[in-house]
T-cell receptor
Framework: GEDVEQSLFLSVREGDSSVINCTYTDSSSTYLYWYKQEPGAGLQLLTYIFSNMDMKQDQRLTVLLNKKDKHLSLRIADTQTGDSAIYFCAEKGGYNKLIFGAGTRLAVHP | DGGITQSPKYLFRKEGQNVTLSCEQNLNHDAMYWYRQDPGQGLRLIYYSQIVNDFQKGDIAEGYSVSREKKESFPLTVTSAQKNPTAFYLC??????????????FGPGTRLTVL
């Protein structure tokens, strides 16, 4: 079946890099997504990667995809306090629906 | 100013009452979705609609109903049959083209609390 797993919590020092990991089960997924959710708000699309790509970079964000291991990661360079949020990994399932992980809460401390 | 709006932001309901959550988008997207979010969990799909006058059940449709009479509107009714309705409800929309253009964009959410 379809399932997405993430670690629940990550704490980093301001200025360091953050790496949030995700594993998924559906090898037929065409797109994988990273969303950010700030407290009490909706989800903001950060980036996505097509399944035939290994890496995608967008300013401070780098997405790495290991399709063989079904592993996706999001690296945030020079992490700032404004990056504190919950980060959701999602894969595209059938009928265009998204399958979400439980979210990784990123805490950035001085 | 294009986007997805949800209202109200906070909603309180007594047990046994039905309540309707609003979702409107002016992005000209064909597809719309409703998700439920519980603490410490990912989002779960309640209902989705790929086109006007058509909608399908998601993974947790029991106790919910929807309508899609207009392209820009996809209201969700939480009925008294929903056993545990207290949650954060998120609406999303997309163009269902099968490529990156069908990325889902989310509204700000409605927090429903049953008293």
């Amino acid at each position: 079946g379809e399932d997405v797993e993430q670690s629940l919590f990550l704490s980093v020092r301001e200025g360091d890099s953050s790496v949030i990991n995700c594993t998924y089960t559906d090898s037929s997924s065409t797109y994988l997504y990273w969303y950010k959710q700030e407290p009490g708000a909706g989800l903001q699309l950060l980036t996505y990667i097509f399944s035939n790509m290994d890496m995608k970079q967008d300013q401070r964000l780098t997405v790495l995809l290991n399709k063989k291991d079904k592993h996706l990661s999001l690296r945030i360079a020079d992490t700032q306090t404004g990056d504190s949020a919950i980060y959701f990994c999602a894969e595209k399932g059938g009928y265009n629906k998204l399958i979400f992980g439980a979210g990784t809460r990123l805490a950035v401390h001085p | 100013d294009g986007g997805i709006t949800q209202s109200p932001k906070y909603l309180f309901r007594k047990e046994g009452q039905n309540v309707t959550l609003s979702c409107e988008q002016n992005l000209n997207h064909d597809a719309m979705y409703w998700y439920r979010q519980d603490p410490g969990q990912g989002l779960r799909l309640i209902y989705y609609s790929q086109i006007v006058n058509d909608f399908q059940k998601g993974d947790i449709a029991e106790g919910y109903s929807v309508s899609r009479e207009k392209k820009e509107s996809f209201p969700l009714t939480v009925t008294s049959a929903q056993k545990n309705p207290t949650a954060f409800y998120l609406c999303a929309s997309s163009i269902p083209a099968g490529g990156p253009g069908d990325t889902q964009y989310f509204g700000p959410g409605t927090r429903l609390t049953v008293l």
